[in-house]
C-alpha cells in the first residue's frame, strides 16, 4: 500500500500580517504540515502597484511551490485583490485560497447599514474590492479608509503606534459617532491591531476578522485530516527570517513555537 505524502500548506503574506492566518490554520487544521513565508524584503505591498503586486506574489507561490506545498493561502488582501487570479492561471493544479474583506459578515450583521473597511491604498483602490462592496452590501454605507502605514508600524511591533491611533480617532471615530457599527479588518497585519482598536472604539462597534473562515477553507481544500495533531510548521522569509521566532510571541501567538520544525529560513523568491 503506498502512502499519500502529507498535504503542506503553504502560507505567505507580505510580512508578518499573514501569521494571524497562520495562527487560526494551526487551531483548524492541526494535522497539516504548514510553511509560513514573509516577503519581508519587499513590505509593504499597499503601496506598490498592481503590476509589482502581481510579480512578487507569483514570485512567492513559486517559492512555495518548490518548497513542497500542495496548498497556497494568499494570506494578504492585498495580494489577493490584484493577484490571485494571475496565481491561479499559472497553478491550476494547486488549490489557492485568498483572503477578502469581511464585507459579507458585516453586511449581513450591521444593525445599522454604515459599514467601515480599514485596508491598504492597494486594496482601498482595487476593483475586486469595489466588486466585493457591489455584491455583498448594495443597500449598505459603505466607508472604505487607505490606512496608510499602519501595515509598517505592525512589522515594526508597534501595536499601539500613536500614528494609527491618531488616524484611527481622526478617520474612524468619527464614523462610528454617525453609525458605523462594523469595522472590517481589510489587511491581516491589522488583525494584531485588534485590541488596540477595540479600546479606542469601545464597545461601539464590532471588529470583523476573517482568519477563521480562511482557514477552515484552507483546511477543506488541502485535503488535511483536522481532527488529529502533529503537523509542523517551517517559517522563511526573504530577509532578516530569525526574526520570525521571536514576532510569534510578540503577536500573541506563542504557542506556535513548539511546533516548529526547526530554525527559521531564507526563501530566494526572485
Ligand atoms: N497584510 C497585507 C494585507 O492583508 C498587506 C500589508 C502590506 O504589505 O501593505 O493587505
Excluded at 496548498?71 to 489557492?96: F, K
Excluded at 494609527?164 to 491589522?190: F, M, S
Excluded at 473562515?213 to 485530516?225: E, L, M, N, P
Aim: one cysteine or more.
Amino acid at each position: 500500500m503506498t502512502t499519500q505524502p502529507k498535504p503542506t500548506i503553504g502560507v505567505f503574506d507580505s510580512g508578518l500580517g499573514g501569521l494571524s492566518v497562520l495562527g487560526a490554520l494551526a487551531a483548524e487544521c492541526p494535522s497539516a504540515n504548514l510553511i509560513y513565508a514573509a516577503d519581508t524584503a519587499h513590505v509593504p505591498y499597499g503601496n506598490k502597484t498592481p503590476d509589482q503586486i502581481r510579480a512578487r506574489v507569483l514570485a512567492m507561490g513559486q517559492a512555495l511551490i518548490n518548497q513542497g506545498c500542495t496548498t497556497l493561502v494568499v494570506a494578504c488582501n492585498t495580494a489577493t485583490a490584484e493577484a490571485i487570479e494571475a496565481l491561479r492561471a499559472t497553478h491550476p493544479n494547486i488549490p489557492i485560497v485568498g483572503v477578502e474583506p469581511g464585507i459579507k459578515p458585516a453586511a449581513l450583521n450591521t444593525q445599522t447599514g454604515k459599514i467601515a473597511v480599514l485596508a491598504t491604498a492597494a486594496t482601498a483602490k482595487s476593483q475586486r474590492l469595489a466588486q466585493l462592496i457591489a455584491r455583498h452590501a448594495p443597500h449598505r454605507v459603505v466607508h472604505v479608509i487607505p490606512c496608510h502605514g499602519w501595515a509598517t508600524e505592525v512589522e515594526a511591533l508597534n501595536l499601539e503606534a500613536p500614528t494609527i491611533i491618531a488616524e484611527a480617532r481622526e478617520k474612524l471615530l468619527p464614523l462610528i459617532d454617525a453609525g458605523v457599527d462594523q469595522v472590517v479588518l481589510g489587511c491581516t497585519h491589522y488583525d494584531f491591531l485588534a485590541p488596540t482598536l477595540s479600546r479606542l472604539i469601545g464597545g461601539k462597534a464590532q471588529l470583523v476578522g476573517v482568519a477563521g473562515a480562511v482557514a477552515r477553507q484552507a483546511c477543506k481544500v488541502s485535503g488535511c485530516d483536522s481532527l488529529t495533531g502533529n503537523g509542523t510548521i517551517r517559517l522563511m522569509s526573504t530577509m532578516n527570517p530569525v526574526r520570525l521566532p521571536h514576532t510569534l510571541s510578540a503577536l500573541g501567538l506563542g504557542d506556535l513555537v513548539e511546533s516548529l520544525a526547526g530554525p527559521p529560513q531564507s526563501l530566494a523568491a526572485d
